[in-house]
């Protein structure tokens, strides 16, 4: 049905015969039902089953149905409309959760994230896409707060889910794999970890091409645990190329690369190399080096930027800064965190923020 420019049904005219007086009641909740039934499919039509309008016009219909007695059709309909406005608050509980956890705020993240589990297994079953991406979530909420045995099974039942709903080889399967690996390499189970980072690898170059981000981050993560392996020749290879791509892909002061740039540095300089560490990572207009820590400067110079938009991501590059400066000025002893990214849900991204998250190794 054509709709008027404010999105309503066009005028109708509705004619009903009525022989008797006793009919006219009848009549009325037979002409109001009409009225509202032609006005909720001229919205569901218009935006979609699950629109916020399209479930007030069928609450109204179930209304007007239960006004005529007729239970039996109402009922099914108040079931759709809570339903849908179960799922409809789970995701805003979802997205909730995301929030907290890119502000760091773990603990409440967890407790969202939970409750989004239980609700979308309530509500859309087990094996739901939403359900799994809601599991794959609290994995990685508690591996960030160090909960490693529970986020290991929450983990696993997110790739086992994936597996059967979407396959294999799909690119979010493919980031189940990832973050599974991530929590078995903190665990020190890199045996494991290493299989599940080579085939996320194959899996996003296959699937996305060798340049995408996705791609990229499990370049990174694989070079970060042959690194954590002392195959310090075989992890160069693959720095050097998750820093060439991010540059390429996501510009040279986004947080993930900004990550690779700490890592191949961290890498160099452990081959005693500081010479080349400067060289590898200082900005490559040219600029005079003068200090082995040009490589931090050029990270910090960028995260300064993005520590206000995305301060979950930048922080990382923020504390390795200090934590270097320190140990070149001989205060401290301190280790430099290597970083890893993990892989969240996959919605539509500019590069900004870009999808996988930062986390300390």
Do not use: W
């Not at 404010?6 to 008797?20: E, K, Y």
């Not at 200082?282 to 082995?292: D, F, L, Q």
């Not at 200090?322 to 000025?329: E, G, V």
């Amino acid at each position: 049905m054509p709709l008027n420019e404010d999105g309503m049904p066009p005028r109708q005219c509705f004619v009903i015969r009525v022989d008797t007086e006793e009919e006219v009641g009848n009549a009325r909740a037979v002409l109001m039902e009409a009225m509202v039934r032609c006005r909720a499919k001229a919205i569901e039509e218009r935006l979609g089953s699950e629109h916020f309008e399209t479930l007030k016009a069928s609450s109204r219909l179930a209304n007007a149905l239960t006004a005529r007695g007729d239970c039996a059709k109402a009922e099914p309909l108040c079931r759709r409309v809570l339903a849908n406005y179960e799922t409809a608050t789970l995701r805003e509980v979802h997205k909730l959760m995301e929030t907290m956890y890119y502000a760091g705020n773990l603990a409440e993240a967890e407790t969202l994230c939970r409750r989004a589990v239980i609700g979308r297994e309530r509500v859309l079953g087990e094996m739901h896409a939403e359900t799994l991406e809601s599991v794959n979530d609290l994995g990685l909420v508690l591996r960030r707060q160090g909960k490693l045995k529970e986020a290991e099974l929450f983990s696993r039942r997110g790739l086992e889910g994936r597996e059967r709903l979407l396959g294999r080889m799909h690119p979010d399967t493919l980031g189940s794999v990832n973050n599974l690996a991530l929590v078995l390499n903190y665990q020190g189970k890199r045996d494991e970890a290493e299989g599940l980072y080579r085939r996320a690898l194959a899996g996003f170059e296959a699937q996305l091409g060798a340049h995408h981000p996705d791609t990229l981050t499990s370049v990174h993560n694989l070079a970060v645990l042959l690194y954590q392996q002392g195959k310090l020749q075989d992890a160069e290879g693959l720095y050097r190329r998750a820093l060439a791509g991010k540059d390429a892909q996501l510009g040279a002061g986004h947080p993930d690369t900004l990550n690779s740039v700490f890592s191949l540095a961290l890498l160099l300089e452990a081959k005693g190399g500081h010479a080349e560490a400067r060289r590898a990572v200082a900005p490559s207009r040219g600029a005079e080096v003068n200090g082995p820590g040009v490589f931090f400067d050029r990270a910090m110079a960028s995260s300064s930027s993005v520590q206000s938009e995305i301060p979950s991501k930048a922080a990382p590059a923020v504390v390795n800064l200090q934590l270097f400066k320190d140990r070149s000025a001989q205060t401290s002893t301190v280790r430099i965190n290597e970083v890893e990214e993990d892989q969240g849900d996959r919605r539509p991204k500019s590069f900004t923020p870009a999808r996988p998250d930062v986390t300390d190794v």
